[in-house]
T-cell receptor
Framework: TQLLEQSPQFLSIQEGENLTVYCNSS?????LQWYRQEPGEGPVLLVT?????EVKKLKRLTFQFGDARKDSSLHITAAQPGDTGLYLC????????????FGKGITLSVRP | DSGVTQTPKHLITATGQRVTLRCSPR?????VYWYQQSLDQGLQFLIQ???????AKGNILERFSAQQFPDLHSELNLSSLELGDSALYFC???????????FGSGTRLTVV
């Protein structure tokens, strides 16, 4: 059972465009994290969100945690080729230990 | 360099064989996690250790086992290997039992 659904699965856009991708679940998470993974490397943590409704910004990336703590979105402004990669969301279930459950990821390609 | 070291980086072996993957966590991190990543399943949690003790188990096959040693490094043992075990195996570490993970660069296992 895939507890975290990420959409869209694949996204190819032109440099300079804006985009929003989503991470949805029917479960409540105590925290949710976003990672970016490049080919041949391990995922790298971008952000952790903990409070429902929380918004965090990391340069051109804006992360939002849903009010009910079941979903999250990632918005990228003026995408650049360096943003290309696999974006993974991962959640820690309420009451569980720190075991992260990952979504399958969103493959983003930004064309110059 | 994330601070999490995984060896070897690549491994090619025959069906039926046994291999050992090694992970040294980031300095100061007590928790070690093992994940398997394949194209169709994404990142699947295998097992977690905290300060030498098994803390959580995921979808880890009986043919697979792991341990964490007193110096906190961890080994994942895969035996009676099958073609379907071909995947990327990642180790991650964290300070405690909450918070973001730091991933290693992974071991790419190919079973032929």
């Amino acid at each position: 059972t895939q507890l975290l659904e990420q959409s869209p699965q694949f996204l190819s856009i032109q440099e300079g465009e804006n985009l929003t991708v989503y991470c949805n679940s029917s479960s409540v998470f105590s925290s949710l994290q976003w990672y970016r993974q490049e080919p041949g490397e391990g995922p790298v943590l971008l952000v952790t969100v903990v409070t429902g409704g929380e918004v965090k910004k990391l340069k051109r990336l804006t992360f939002q945690f849903g009010d009910a703590r079941k979903d999250s979105s990632l918005h990228i402004t003026a995408a650049q080729p360096g943003d290309t990669g696999l974006y993974l969301c991962a959640g820690v279930h309420t009451g569980a230990n720190s075991k992260l459950t990952f979504g399958k990821g969103i493959t983003l390609s930004v064309r110059p | 360099d994330s601070g999490v070291t995984q060896t070897p980086k690549h491994l090619i072996t025959a069906t039926g064989q046994r291999v050992t993957l090694r992970c040294s966590p980031r300095s100061g991190d007590l928790s070690v996690y093992w994940y398997q990543q394949s194209l169709d399943q994404g990142l699947q949690f295998l097992i977690q250790y905290y300060n030498g003790e098994e803390r959580a188990k995921g979808n880890i096959l009986e043919r697979f086992s792991a341990q964490q040693f007193p110096d906190l490094h961890s080994e994942l043992n895969l035996s009676s290997l099958e073609l379907g075990d071909s995947a990327l195996y990642f180790c991650a570490s964290s300070v405690g039992t909450v918070g973001g993970y730091t991933f290693g660069s992974g071991t790419r296992l190919t079973v032929v």
